[in-house]
């Protein structure tokens, strides 16, 4: 209600000052519209902070908030609005009153596929500090907010305020470079921080809870292949866990402290039995040590026996999706170099088949009829993307382009319709977005 949205703000804007309450405000609003432009981000802030100045100040008059607020969406619904633009305005725009301004602020862009913001050198950032501070610091919030627009806002906030203080100090320092080394150093743990918890984060608002989980299962297999599913999913549940409660969570120490605390497990639990775990676990900074097995290449690939199929009443049972995860987990291990995004669709096209399938007349007839076709195009299809991705990460690039020209211009049983070098630049291009470990997974959704 009303109420609540105007003392939520005054309180904020009381608690923390003018400067401080923009300062977040640049973060937030850089977040949710990641894909915004600098001079419309900066048209929002100024009006949001002009709005509680006037309306949160002593004596104010109580409506004062409620008609700013209004006023604030009829501009953002008028047809030259300053605003980032968003496809999903014009339907929050044909309500009225509250509802209008609760459905505009839940508005927000899908995350950008890859982090725009680049570091500048330690001199172009001073020359840059010095020419004009606030303008430097904002335009430093707006990129690094929207580039990292996952991340919880605490981690940002206490990434972004580290890395100003840390410019404002070594800029005026008289060892410039020792200094930005010195504080380099001591943010390299929430560094590692901000980029780790962005792309946990940008995987569970893309897949949700049971995904996230069954993306990391299917992780932890490739890198890990000796590893039973008993010791592998309660290991995936857990960082879906961490997810769920500190993606979305203002409580300052969340990420952090969850995270840590799920790669002491993930080290107590694989150390033993795998060399490469041990060694990224051999470190006294858990945030670096979590961000080594991040890292970690998928396995060499293991000879292993063909997994059993599970049966047509194991599908239709109370545990089908166990029975269907478990089968998954078996086609990640015996194929390392699998993209995540092509488990990604066989796990709602697992969930989809038994849908269709467990609801049919005949759920046995409806079953042998799909593995018929899975027998025929889908093992053969994740034989290919196995091969391509194990010779992207293997080959230089160019080398790379070479041997897939030439499996290209080799006769195919069914000659494909699309001419050579589109096929060759399609395939280049999945293989250099989404063959990666911190692959963009809305992306490379579309391009599986």
């Given amino acids: 209600g009303k109420a609540y949205v105007r003392e939520k703000v005054c309180q904020e804007y009381k608690i923390l000052g003018k400067e401080n309450f923009r300062t977040l405000t640049i973060i937030s609003t850089s977040r949710k519209y990641s894909n915004g432009t600098f001079q419309e981000i900066g048209h929002l802030v100024r009006e949001i902070v002009s709005l509680a100045e006037t309306c949160c100040a002593d004596g104010a008059d109580p409506s004062c908030y409620d008609a700013g607020s209004t006023a604030l969406s009829d501009k953002s619904c008028g047809a030259d609005s300053p605003f980032p633009a968003h496809p999903g305005a014009a339907r929050c725009c044909g309500q009225q009153g509250l509802e209008r301004k609760l459905c505009l602020a839940a508005l927000r862009h899908p995350p950008q596929p890859l982090p725009r913001f680049l570091q500048p050198s330690d001199r172009e950032l001073c020359h840059a500090f010095r020419l004009e501070p606030r303008e430097f610091a904002d335009r430093f919030l707006y990129e690094y907010a929207s580039s990292y627009s996952q991340a919880p806002l605490p981690v940002l906030l206490a990434s972004t305020t580290t890395f100003l203080s840390m410019v404002s100090t070594c800029c005026i320092s008289p060892a410039p470079t020792a200094c930005f080394l010195k504080e380099k150093l001591e943010r390299k743990t929430l560094s590692l921080l901000t980029l780790t918890s962005n792309r946990i984060c940008s995987r569970f608002s893309a897949y949700g809870k049971d995904k996230a989980s069954f993306s990391s299962l299917a992780l932890l297999a490739q890198k890990i292949p000796t590893a039973s599913f008993e010791e592998l999913l309660p290991l995936a549940e857990d960082a879906a866990e961490v997810a769920s409660q500190c993606c979305d969570s203002m409580a300052e120490d969340c990420m952090q402290k969850k995270l840590l605390e799920h790669t002491s497990r993930v080290c107590s639990a694989l150390s033993a039995q795998d060399r490469r775990f041990a060694a ?59 993209p995540e995004a092509v488990l990604a669709k066989l796990y709602d096209s ?99």
């Fill in 280 to 338: 990224c676990c051999q470190g006294k900074n858990l945030m670096e040590n979590h961000f080594c097995i991040l890292a970690m290449p998928p396995a060499p690939a293991t000879r292993l026996p063909e997994p059993p199929e599970p049966t047509n009443n194991e599908l239709c049972a109370k545990e089908g999706a166990l029975h269907a995860t478990r089968f998954l987990f078996e086609l990640a291990r015996r194929h390392p170099n699998l």
């Fill in 350 to 448: 697992s969930g989809k088949l038994r849908e269709e399938c467990c609801s049919s007349k005949d759920p046995s007839a409806c079953w042998d009829s799909k593995r018929q076709r899975i027998a025929a195009e889908l093992f053969p299809f994740l034989a290919k993307a196995d091969q391509l991705c194990g010779q992207y990460h293997k080959l230089p690039f160019l080398e790379f382009k070479k041997r897939l020209r030439d499996s290209l211009a080799q006769p195919e049983p069914e000659p494909s319709p699309a001419p050579l070098e589109q096929l060759l630049e399609q395939r280049a291009s999945f293989a250099s977005s989404c063959c990666l470990s911190d692959a963009p997974p809305l992306l490379c959704a579309s391009k599986v």
